[in-house]
């Protein structure tokens, strides 16, 4: 981490429009930001959502967590083994590892090294600052609070497993020029 509990520079993904591609074909983006000529920007349309299938060593654990500090929506389960969760206009998929069974969980691998956990499920929230303090009411333990990070308010916290999310409130300035 580097200066204020920030994330350095380097740890910092950056979205497509950020990277300079806007729809077709990678390098087929003329300036920074810009649509290439001839390019349609139809994707994502409405009807489409994301579904994040994440694999967990603990189901009942992780779907306390998701289900009652993140609020998400049990929509479907197999008791013990899989959950469809709805949260936000979009899907969570938890598992138990492959083989498990309410009655006889399979063995897993110890989770990851949080230093090395590469993936991350980002939360655009109104306000941060309120997020933060209602997801630590519910047991939410944060590893920064809220920061500010160019044009944005950001904090970041772990599920269970080590899976790293964050919160983030996209101040009006950015939102315009998306």
Sequence with gaps: MEKDGA??????F??????????????AAGRRGEEPKGSRNDFPTDGVELRCFLVVSNYARSLAFYRDVLGARVLHELPGTLCELRFAGSQILLSA????????????????????????????????????????????????????WSNETRAFFHDPDGHLLEIREVREAERRSE
Excluded: H, M, W
């Excluded at 994330?7 to 910092?12: I, K, L």
């Excluded at 979205?15 to 591609?21: A, K, N, Q």
């Design 97 to 148: 590892p492959f083989g498990s069974r309410p009655d006889n969980p399979a063995a897993t691998d110890p989770p990851p090294d949080r230093k090395s956990v590469i993936s991350e499920l980002s939360i655009q929230v109104p306000d941060c600052s309120a997020a933060y303090e209602v997801l630590r009411s519910r047991g939410a333990e944060f590893l920064t609070p809220p920061f500010d």
């Design 7 to 12: 994330f350095p520079e380097s740890a910092r």
């Design 14 to 27: 950056l979205s497509p429009r950020e990277r300079g591609i806007v729809g077709g074909p990678a390098g």
